[in-house]
């Protein structure tokens, strides 16, 4: 069982910056494969970014939206991932949702994620 907690969503410029967190908890996750993931207004859940470290692995995935402007990082010794996000856009505006994916595979498949954070509210103005 993993729980999380998001927390660092915001209102922020484009162009501006803000760091998301999650927290979590449970004995899946350090070995769980760790992802952000968005919703707009009236649309679905996408992918946003995701991370796993395990002995002899090391994988990092991000949206082609995102890729060069938002970074995925997690922290063992504070059971936290983080994605800090800089040259926020407009279009980045959605609630963001943290989640974990407990399986053997590396996935970025929203399917596969079996844990969910309650989401924190990034808004980017133009």
């Known amino acids: 069982q993993v729980q999380l907690i998001e927390s660092g969503g915001g209102l922020v410029q484009a162009g501006g910056s803000l760091r998301l967190s999650c927290a979590a908890s449970?004995?899946?996750?350090?070995?769980?494969?760790m992802g952000w993931f968005r919703q707009a207004p009236g649309k679905e859940r996408l992918f946003v970014a995701a991370?796993?470290?395990?002995?002899?692995?090391?994988?990092?995935s991000y949206a082609n939206s995102v890729k060069d402007r938002f970074t995925i990082s997690r922290d063992y010794a504070k059971n936290t991932v983080y994605l800090q996000m800089t040259s926020l856009k407009p279009e980045d505006t959605a609630v963001y949702y943290c989640?974990?994916?407990?399986?053997?595979?590396?996935?970025?498949?929203?399917?596969?994620?079996?844990?969910w954070g309650q989401g924190t509210q990034v808004t980017v103005s133009s």
């Open positions: 989640a974990a994916d407990s399986g053997a595979d590396y996935s970025i498949s929203i399917r596969d994620y079996e844990y």
């Open positions: 449970g004995r899946t996750f350090s070995t769980s494969t």
């Open positions: 991370v796993r470290n395990r002995p002899n692995e090391r994988k990092i």
